[in-house]
C-alpha cells in the first residue's frame, strides 16, 4: 500500500510538471520576436541572409505593430526620396525639359524628409523586422547614420539653393530647355548656374555611401 502510494504520488508531480513545461514553452503572443522565417514545406527557421556577427548586436524588440509601422514609414520616405532624384536626374540629365520650380520642389521634398525626420523610423529595436532591408551594422553605428542623413538634407538643401540662381551668361550661365513653353513670347532657355550638376551629383553620392553600409536585403 505504502509502494502504491509513493508510486501515485511520483506519477502526479510528474505529470504537473510535464504540463507546467509545456505551458511555459506553449505561449505565443503574435509580436515575432523569436519567429524568423518558416517555409511553407516545413522544416527549421531560416535566419536572415545579414547576421551579427556578435549575437549581443540584437537589442530588445519594439512591439511587432510599432515595428511594422516604422518600417513602412521610413520605406515610404525612401520611395519619396527615389521619385524625386528621378525627376532630377531626368530633368538635368535627359529629355524631360527643365522646370526651375519643379526641379527646386523636389530638392526641397528631399530636405524636409532627411535629417531628423528620416533617423526617428530608425529606432534600433524596429530594425530586424519583416521587409526591412537596414544592416546590422546599423547597431552601435546609428551615430554615422544620423551624421548620413543630416549630410543628405545639407546636400538636397545646397541643390535647391543652387537651382533657385539665375546666372547671366558672364557668370557662367549654362542655358536648358524648358519643361513648358506656354508663354511664347518667354524665352526659349532656362539660364541655370553651372555648379547645379556638381550640388547633384553630391547629394546623390551621399545617398549611395549611406546605402553601402546600412542597406541590404531584406531580414526575411
Known sequence: ?????????TLLATLLIASSTALAFSFDF???DDYYYNPWWGGHY????????????YPPQLPSFDRHEMVRERQNLMDDHMDAMEMLTEQLYGDYGF???????????????????????????????????TTPYYWGNEQTF??????????????ANELAK????????VFLAPRFRDDYDAP???AVSPAIWEKFNNLS????????????????
Open 188 to 190: 526659349e532657355k532656362t
Open 1 to 9: 500500500m505504502q509502494y502504491l502510494k509513493w508510486t501515485l504520488l
Open 30 to 32: 503574435g509580436d515575432g
Open 99 to 133: 522646370d526651375r520650380a519643379e526641379a527646386i520642389r523636389m530638392a526641397r521634398k528631399i530636405e524636409l524628409t532627411s535629417g531628423a525626420a528620416l533617423t526617428r523610423n530608425f529606432h534600433p529595436g524596429a530594425v530586424r523586422e519583416t521587409d526591412s532591408r
Open 146 to 159: 544620423k551624421a548620413n542623413a543630416e549630410a543628405l538634407r545639407a546636400a538636397a538643401a545646397d541643390l
Open 46 to 57: 531560416v535566419r536572415p541572409y545579414y547576421q551579427p556577427w556578435r549575437p549581443y548586436f
Open 166 to 173: 539665375q546666372p547671366t551668361v558672364e557668370e557662367g550661365a
Open 205 to 220: 553620392n551621399t545617398c549611395e555611401s549611406c546605402h553601402r553600409s546600412f542597406r541590404g536585403r531584406r531580414w526575411w
